[in-house]
């Protein structure tokens, strides 16, 4: 079966420091990836998705980054976190299926 | 382009009573729709999804919706409210069913249910 793992769960960070929170597939091969914030009664906002290995697109210019180094792992990235990078990060793949979501990250930055 | 528009962020229910969560939807193409519930702190789970078949779609925990064209409309809804159904619900449109095209999220409703 088709799973998603997504860690860490929570995250307290200072401002400045970086970032890095990854997603791993399992289950299924090629799948889209992406990678969405929700904050605080703003809903969900598409910060980049992936088809391929490689091949990242930004929906916001932003302060974060994203790569995907293998078929099934997608990696989020700050190099130096500001404020508003706080919310709930959720990773989320799919493949002819629908979409399937991790159970989230919440960032808190400090 | 596509865009959904979830009218009240928050919602409050006597448990037994109906829930009635709207969606509104703006598409240049046929639209998919979906809708999404979160439980606090995890992922979103699928309750439902629209793909051009039948207009009246049904879900898991009792929830059903109705695509109506001619009011751009997606709402949710449940004959009875039960406690567990207390949560955010997202409404969203994609314009494919194959997964491979992105989701367009609505804002979130917040579904209280009153003992």
């Known amino acids: 079966s088709q799973t998603i793992h997504q860690w860490p769960a929570t995250l307290v960070q200072p401002v400045g420091s970086p970032l890095s929170l990854e997603c791993t597939v399992e289950?299924?091969?090629?799948?889209?990836l992406y990678w969405y914030r929700q904050a605080a009664g703003r809903g969900l906002q598409l910060l980049f998705y992936?088809?391929?290995?490689?091949?990242i697109s930004s929906e916001v210019p932003q302060n974060l980054s994203a790569s995907r180094p293998q078929d099934r792992q997608f990696i989020l990235s700050s190099k130096k976190l500001l404020l508003s990078d706080s919310g709930f990060y959720l990773c989320?793949?799919?493949?002819?299926?629908?979409?399937?979501f991790g159970s989230g990250t919440r960032l808190t930055v400090v | 382009a596509q865009s959904v528009t979830q009218l009240g962020s928050h919602v409050s229910v006597s448990e037994g009573a109906l829930v009635l969560l709207r969606c509104n939807y703006s598409?240049?193409?046929?639209?998919?729709l979906f809708w999404y519930v979160q439980y606090p702190n995890q992922g979103l789970q699928l309750l439902l999804k629209?793909?051009?078949?039948?207009?009246l779609v049904k879900g898991i925990n009792g929830f059903e919706a109705e695509f109506k064209k001619s009011e751009t409309s997606f709402h949710l809804t449940k004959p009875s409210a039960h406690m567990s159904d207390a949560a955010e619900y997202f409404c969203a449109v994609s314009a494919s069913n194959f997964g491979n095209e992105k989701l367009t999220f609505g804002t979130g409703t917040r579904l209280t249910i009153i003992p």
């Open positions: 598409s240049s193409v046929p639209p998919y």
């Open positions: 289950g299924t091969s090629n799948p889209n």
């Open positions: 629209y793909t051009s078949a039948a207009t």
């Open positions: 989320a793949w799919s493949a002819g299926g629908g979409y399937t």
């Open positions: 992936s088809v391929g290995i490689g091949q």
